[in-house]
Nanobody, 124 residues
Framework: QVQLVESGGGLVQAGGSLRLSCAAA????????MAWFRQAPGKAREFVAA????????FYADSVKGRFTISRENAKNTVVLQMNSLKSEDTAIYYC?????????????????WGQGTQVTVSS
């Protein structure tokens, strides 16, 4: 089992920035590819970004490319999503997820563990 806890969400104006963190506990953190997903009201959960086990490769949804950055620090069992130039359409609950296979997948069913989520609200 891997327990994931997100933090850092909140209310921000359009154009602003937020930094989300996900702390992992349980099995060896660097055995997992880590990802962020988000879910807006009335919409399906969607892939945002992912990072491989050693942090060597990152993947982004087109909608966030150039604005969001995913990173991880294996010594601290933490993955971070830095979000800049936020837009109202980024408003959603953001979830951290872990996947045992070290290649990114955009479907949420491919991930083994999930956090409870953190709310991000961007006001226009």
């Amino acid at each position: 089992q891997v327990q994931l806890v997100e933090s850092g969400g909140g209310l921000v104006q359009a154009g602003g920035s937020l930094r989300l963190s996900c702390a992992a506990a349980g099995r060896t953190f660097n055995n997992y590819l880590m990802a962020w997903f988000r879910q807006a009201p009335g919409k399906a959960r969607e892939f945002v970004a992912a990072i491989t086990r050693n942090g060597g490769r990152t993947f982004y949804a087109d909608s966030v490319k150039g604005r969001f950055t995913i990173s991880r620090e294996n010594a601290k069992n933490t993955v971070v999503l830095q979000m800049n130039s936020l837009k109202s359409e980024d408003t959603a609950i953001y979830y951290c997820a872990a996947r045992i296979y070290d290649y990114a997948a955009i479907g949420s069913s491919n991930y083994d563990y999930w956090g409870q989520g953190t709310q991000v609200t961007v006001s226009s």
